[in-house]
């Protein structure tokens, strides 16, 4: 991490969320599958939906429902995604939980007194109760979801707000995502970005998304 400042630590860490800090595609899964079960159309399974997180909510539905070939009109997605969201938000944390080094990193870096922040697509009504219930909130300073603000990620929009927060500049601050989502808002905004080899982009290598470095584990923040 201290390649990346010169020798020194960042002044803020922001973290992405589902595929950086959290396996949450189990939970998510089982919400996308109950939803379309109650419209009688075939569950998906888990592994297609690791190939379609990253871009809120809404975009992994219309992409479960673009894979089972549904045509999909206003009034039924709707259905389908209140649906969704119904049992989302009671299993937000019942089979997700955190990759291994994520709790020890967050430790070691709340003992170095760095603020962190989580900068996420999940939209804030899931983003809070999720934090608090893996028992991660004391160590974020400030959260955004993905409805928190008029644009997500990719848009730098998110990035460049809690920038400005802490009254910093972009050559202080270090992103950590999974996805050429993070890295893309990164870049705009002009922070560094470490990405995890790990999380969900799509089934693309994250390793020719362009981050400044790939990591495989938290840890090697430290």
């Not at 075939?42 to 219309?62: C, H, I, S, T």
């Not at 799509?202 to 790939?214: F, L, P, R, S």
Request: hydrophobic share 45%; aromatic share 8%.
């Amino acid at each position: 991490m201290r390649s990346l400042f010169n020798g020194n630590l960042p002044k803020l860490v922001m973290f992405d969320l589902d595929g950086t800090l959290v396996d949450s595609v189990p939970d998510l899964a089982f919400a996308v599958d109950d939803a379309f079960r109650s419209v009688s159309l075939p569950e998906v399974g888990e592994a297609n939906v690791r190939l379609w997180v990253g871009n809120g909510a809404e975009a992994l539905l219309k992409r479960a429902l673009a894979y089972v070939s549904a045509e999909a009109d206003s009034d039924f997605f709707e259905r389908v995604f209140s649906e969704f969201l119904c049992t989302y938000s009671h299993c937000l944390a019942d089979k997700s939980k955190l990759y291994p080094g994520v709790l020890e990193t967050l430790e070691a870096l709340s003992n170095l007194n760095i603020p962190m922040a989580v900068v996420t697509n999940k939209p804030i009504a899931f983003t809070l109760p999720m934090l608090s219930e893996l028992k991660l909130s004391h160590f974020f300073a400030e959260v955004l979801g993905g409805d928190s603000l008029e644009r997500k990620k990719p848009d730098p929009l998110p990035l460049e707000t809690l920038m400005s927060q802490f009254s910093l500049q972009p050559q202080h601050v270090l992103m950590v995502g999974d996805s050429s989502n993070d890295i893309t808002a990164a870049k705009s905004a002009g922070c560094a970005i470490v990405a995890v080899s790990y999380g969900y982009n799509h089934g693309k290598n994250i390793y020719e998304a362009g981050a400044d470095k790939v990591v495989s584990s938290l840890k090697e923040l430290l």
